[in-house]
Each structure stands twice: as structure tokens, then as C-alpha cells.
């Protein structure tokens, strides 16, 4: 005898009509998750089509067949001007890297010292004054040191000085928002570099130049 309530017996009967509740249920779970799905979607294409409507489409008179402001930011699409206007540019660095590799062909097979040398292009494709630049090779290995500077300072060929490392350390930190180093290479001197470093600022130039004349022993 037990002293609780008997649990009813389960049969096959009961078993498999639960069964059937059950499968019942998941399909009516399944449409609803159908239907949201739906939902949603015909949501995001209204969106869309909302916006594609408030485009203004020229019509062949010259109308337009909306008069809404287009809701699409076009602030940073490229233009056509855009691309132009980078090609354009690529195209001048490219004449200029052209024209650099040309002269320092020509500047490379120099060997006597009567011989003309091509005055070499800057990074902004200038070419020096003709008072600065020696008109032959003989005339480019008697630089003084003057001129020697002035060229280095042409061609942006000058290590940098303490003042200028010490611009250019609080551009890295974020002190400043510019090295502005251009007005410190202007003012370069020979006295500021010992025989040594004009020797090698010497053999730079000429690298640069394309010529093959250097002054420290076993340069390259």
C-alpha cells in the first residue's frame, strides 16, 4: 500500500501523443522564427528601397523625377577630377625618376675631366643654378666646400644636425606637429662638418650625381 498519490501509468498511447504535442510545437516555433525572418527582410528592403527612391533620377527633359535630397553621403567618393588629378602626379614623379636615371647613365660613363656633366634633378625635378653646379667633371672634384654644401643642401643630402634631431625627436613625441627642418638646411655651413664628413658628404653628391670620382678610400 503507499501512502502518496500513484502517478498515472504511462502507455504507448500517452507516450506517442506527447510525442505529437511535441512536433506540433516545434512547428508552430519554426513558423513564427519563419515569419520574423520575413519581417525583418521586408524591413531592410523598404529601407533600401527608401533610400534608392530619394535619389534624383535626370529625366530626358532635363527634369527630375524626385525632388528629395538623396540621403547617400558622397562626401568620400573619388571622383573622376580625383584620379586625374593622381595619375597627373604619378606621372610627373615618374618623368622625373625618368630623367634622374638618365643623367646619372650619362654622368656614370664620365672619365676625362674636360668631360660635360649633366646637372642632376632634386626631388621636385629642379635642377641647381647653373653658378653652383660645375659645368665638367675636372670642375665638379675642384668643388669647394661652399658649393659642396650648397649642392648637398639642394639635393637634401646633409645628415642632420642636433637641432634639427632634436625637432624631428618632438615631432615623434607629438610636441609638435611639424620638424620644420627646411629653414635649419639652409642655413648649413662648411664649418659645421670636419674634413672627414665633407669627404663624405663629397662622395654622396657624387653617387647622387652619378658620377664615379670619390675621395675616401674604398668608397663605393
Known amino acids: 500500500m503507499s501512502s502518496g498519490t500513484e502517478s498515472p501509468?504511462?502507455?504507448l498511447d500517452?507516450?506517442?501523443?506527447?510525442v505529437t504535442n511535441l512536433a506540433g510545437l516545434v512547428?508552430?516555433?519554426?513558423?513564427?522564427?519563419?515569419?520574423?525572418g520575413e519581417q525583418v527582410l521586408e524591413m531592410q528592403i523598404k529601407g533600401t528601397k527608401a533610400e534608392v527612391d530619394a535619389i534624383e533620377v535626370p529625366t530626358l527633359r532635363g527634369e527630375r523625377s524626385k525632388q528629395v535630397q538623396p540621403t547617400v553621403d558622397t562626401t568620400d567618393f573619388v571622383t573622376n577630377e580625383d584620379i586625374v588629378q593622381l595619375v597627373g602626379e604619378l606621372q610627373g614623379q615618374l618623368d622625373i625618376l625618368e630623367q634622374r636615371t638618365i643623367r646619372r647613365t650619362v654622368n656614370s660613363g664620365l672619365v676625362a675631366?674636360?668631360?660635360?656633366?649633366?646637372?642632376?634633378?632634386?626631388m621636385d625635378g629642379l635642377e641647381?643654378?647653373?653658378?653652383?653646379?660645375?659645368k665638367t667633371l675636372g670642375g665638379f672634384n675642384a668643388l669647394t666646400d661652399a658649393d659642396l654644401v650648397d649642392l648637398?643642401?639642394?639635393?637634401?643630402?646633409?645628415?642632420?644636425?642636433e637641432?634639427?634631431?632634436?625637432r624631428m625627436n618632438e615631432f615623434m613625441s607629438g610636441e609638435a606637429e611639424t620638424p620644420n627642418l627646411e629653414d635649419l638646411r639652409?642655413?648649413?655651413?662648411?664649418?659645421?662638418?670636419?674634413?672627414?664628413?665633407?669627404?663624405?658628404l663629397f662622395d654622396e653628391l657624387a653617387r647622387y650625381i652619378g658620377v664615379r670620382s670619390r675621395r675616401t678610400e674604398g668608397a663605393w
Open 113 to 122: 675631366q674636360d668631360a660635360i656633366v649633366a646637372p642632376q634633378l632634386n
Open 14 to 18: 500517452k507516450l506517442a501523443e506527447q
Open 152 to 161: 648637398c643642401t639642394f639635393y637634401d643630402l646633409l645628415p642632420p644636425n
Open 27 to 36: 512547428s508552430r516555433q519554426g513558423k513564427v522564427l519563419s515569419k520574423t
Open 186 to 200: 639652409i642655413g648649413a655651413k662648411p664649418e659645421d662638418y670636419d674634413q672627414k664628413e665633407l669627404d663624405s
Open 128 to 134: 641647381p643654378s647653373p653658378g653652383t653646379f660645375p
Open 9 to 11: 501509468e504511462l502507455t
Open 163 to 166: 637641432e634639427q634631431e632634436q
